[in-house]
């Protein structure tokens, strides 16, 4: 057993020290010894202090030139996962980003799949959900957050309570209309409700390819897929249209089809699935444009494949179009954009900075080879990003 322990303070307290910290000291001074930089090891790691043995231990690893060794016993800790992954995770499942969330189902899934070992880029399309065993814990319900609540109430170990399930055993939903944090009830409340299920591709995008849609825009795609809602001239000039609308929704529309069969009944409170059936708000403001793409099932196209955003790195493994959710969130979670988005999200938790310098950027390179090449293990992205800035 290590010798700390976590408060269920901690976690808020920590998401708030940081963002201070990396203000006030981007650079802060390199330690001398192999103890301060086994201390600061494990501080990045878990965000609190390290007890005398852990400390000792870390410290002998570290002077034996086996750094990664002493990460790997800090992650050992439960407060890399009651602290440190959930903050990661946390800010993923809600539209303002905000780390001062309750647990919920999204979240405790990223934590059980990184404590697990579980291939990360199946977290956009496995037939998975983590839920706590806890004495006196109510049963996971796709309607409420009570189970959840229940683990956040009593203080539950993250590290020890959660265990993975099928999905939709729990859910009801086929376990073929899955897709991984998606469909999970946070993320669907957070980006299948009301709307018209854009807010889904537009966050998918932010969080697990560190792109807003501003950022991947490309006028040059085919339009085609644009449905019928977003106006060929607004504010009566088809030149803003043609210059700038269309550069996001001729790619988002078409990947978008995915979602065709999901909403979030606000007031059920619960993910509703449609197989064969579109939902009524792809088809909203229809005389805005009438000629527009009219959507008929669940089919998608990435446009992005070609052009400036062929840069992402798009799998060649697959066909880049299919069908609902699942393929969509595999055609995202496969991508090379996707592995480096996840180590410079990590590197950012870990070194309290984003990647700075030409040193920094050929670590992250080198840090997203091995998360690829460990079988897209979490862990090995935490450790290294660690291990280079515990002495910084």
Known sequence: MLETSKTSSGRATLAALLTLTAVAQPFAPAFAGPNDQAKRLFDRITGTPPG????????????????????QLAMQ????????????????????????????????????????????????????????????????????????????????DLSK????????????????????????????????????????????????????????????????RIRQDPSRSPGGDSRTFLNTCIGCHSGMDALAGAFAYYNFDTTANQLVYTPGQVQGKYAINTANFPYGHVTTDDSWINYWRQGANAVLGWSSSLPGSG??????????????????????????????????????RA???????????????????FAESAVYCMGQ
């Open 52 to 71: 005398a043995t852990v400390l000792q231990q870390m410290s002998a690893d570290i002077a034996g030139n086996n750094a990664m060794a002493a990460a």
């Open 363 to 381: 670590q992250v390179s080198q840090i997203t080879a091995d998360f690829v090449s460990s079988g897209y293990n979490m862990k090995t992205a």
């Open 161 to 224: 309570v959660l265990q993975a399930t099928q999905q939709s055993a729990l859910t009801g939903i086929p376990s073929a209309a899955t897709a991984g944090v998606m469909t999970t009830t946070a993320g669907a409340s957070a980006f299948f409700s009301l709307g018209t299920n854009r807010r889904m591709l537009r966050f998918t995008m932010i969080n697990y390819m560190c792109n807003d849609l501003n950022t991947i825009m490309d006028i040059t795609r085919p339009p085609d």
């Open 323 to 360: 069908n609902g959710a699942k393929a969509f969130g595999q055609e995202i979670e496969n991508s090379a954009q996707f592995a480096t988005c996840q180590v410079q999200k990590v590197f950012q938790a870990m070194c309290l900075r984003a990647p700075s310098n030409a040193a920094d």
């Open 77 to 156: 800790d439960p407060a890399f996962y009651n602290v440190t992954v959930r903050n990661f995770a946390a800010p993923m499942t809600n539209v303002a980003q905000s780390v001062f969330v309750p647990l919920n189902d999204y979240t405790a899934t990223i934590i059980g799949m990184v404590r697990d070992n579980v291939p990360f880029n199946t977290v956009l399309s496995a037939d998975l959900v983590y839920t706590g065993n806890m004495s006196g814990v109510p049963a996971y319900s796709p309607s409420n957050n009570n189970h959840y609540q229940y683990l956040d109430s009593n203080n539950a």
